[in-house]
């Protein structure tokens, strides 16, 4: 066998792979979100939908895709479920009727106060060093900010 097509098929070990334990990674991670926000009864998606929620307090369906990286197909469904728990409102933008806005709710707010505590118990999941998390995370936003350059 020719090295170069040994070196094709090396990299098609699993082993070789950088996209499997960036996988493996997140579906570990959001296994231990699980038992937390099944407390608040949301999903990982609904959680994250509700941060940015907690952080701008109103936005178009649009931004909060862009944001979290999710299509309306996804954020539909989502956002109707999170609505009928009196979390959201959403209604159509004044400066354009096609848009739709949703802004949090009193009860979306009240939320927050029962979440606060996620953080601090997910970092004694993962016990990387403040400089670790750091970097991580400075190497993750730069893989997005490639894989979907704005």
């Given at each position: 066998?020719?090295?170069?097509?040994?070196?094709?098929?090396?990299?098609?070990?699993?082993?070789?792979?950088?996209?499997?334990?960036?996988?493996?990674?997140?579906?570990?991670?959001?296994?231990?979100?699980?038992?937390?926000?099944?407390?608040?009864?949301?999903?990982?998606?609904?959680?994250?939908?509700?941060?940015?929620?907690?952080?701008?307090?109103?936005?178009?369906?649009?931004?909060?895709?862009?944001?979290?990286?999710?299509?309306?197909?996804?954020?539909?469904?989502?956002?109707?479920?999170?609505?009928?728990?009196g979390?959201?409102?959403?209604?159509?933008?004044?400066?354009?009727?096609?848009?739709?806005?949703?802004?949090?709710?009193?009860?979306?707010?009240?939320?927050?106060?029962?979440?606060?505590?996620?953080?601090?118990?997910?970092?004694?999941?993962?016990?990387?060093?403040?400089?670790?998390?750091a970097?991580?995370?400075?190497?993750?936003?730069?893989?997005?900010?490639?894989?979907n350059?704005?």
């Open positions: 066998m020719k090295q170069q097509q040994k070196d094709a098929y090396d990299k098609l070990k699993l082993k070789s792979q950088l996209c499997f334990p960036l996988y493996a990674c997140s579906k570990e991670v959001i296994r231990h979100y699980k038992p937390l926000l099944d407390e608040l009864d949301l999903t990982y998606t609904q959680y994250i939908t509700m941060m940015v929620l907690w952080e701008k307090k109103s936005l178009c369906v649009n931004a909060l895709g862009e944001e979290l990286y999710l299509d309306s197909g996804t954020l539909t469904p989502l956002l109707k479920k999170l609505e009928k728990k979390y959201l409102t959403r209604c159509r933008c004044d400066n354009d009727e096609r848009s739709v806005k949703i802004c949090i709710t009193e009860e979306g707010e009240k939320l927050k106060e029962k979440a606060a505590s996620i953080p601090e118990k997910m970092e004694s999941c993962v016990k990387l060093s403040e400089k670790e998390s970097f991580l995370y400075r190497i993750l936003y730069r893989m997005l900010e490639q894989l350059p704005s």
